[in-house]
């Protein structure tokens, strides 16, 4: 079992940068494949990052790619996600997932879910 608590979202002009924070409880947090997600408004959840137990490989979703970098730090059980040249399109509650299963499946179908942290990108 896993639990995730996001923070570091607020309110940023377009162009400028944020950083999101997730900290996972658990022992085996360094087995879990961890993945950000968003949903705007209106819209879908949809996948934004992901990175492997290792920190080894990550995959990011076009949109993303570029401008933003996922990061974990396994000994302090906890991924991060640097967001650069934001737009107002980012605007959307951010999640952190994790998923046992590895990459693939957390780009999909996570099975944790943190409760979610606000970005707000002005024009």
């Known amino acids: 079992q896993v639990q995730l608590v996001e923070s570091g979202g607020g309110l940023v002009q377009a162009g400028g940068s944020l950083r999101l924070s997730c900290a996972a409880s658990g022992r085996t947090f360094r087995s879990y494949a961890m993945g950000w997600f968003r949903q705007a408004p209106g819209k879908e959840r949809e996948f934004v990052a992901a990175?492997?137990?290792?920190?080894?490989?990550?995959y990011y979703a076009d949109s993303v790619k570029g401008r933003f970098t996922i990061s974990r730090d396994n000994a302090k059980n906890t991924v991060n996600l640097q967001m650069n040249s934001l737009k107002p399109e980012d605007t959307a509650v951010y999640y952190c997932v994790a998923s046992h299963d590895g990459i693939a499946v957390v780009r999909l179908t996570p099975d944790y879910w943190g409760q979610g942290t606000q970005v707000t990108v002005s024009s």
């Open positions: 990175i492997t137990w290792s920190g080894g490989s990550t």
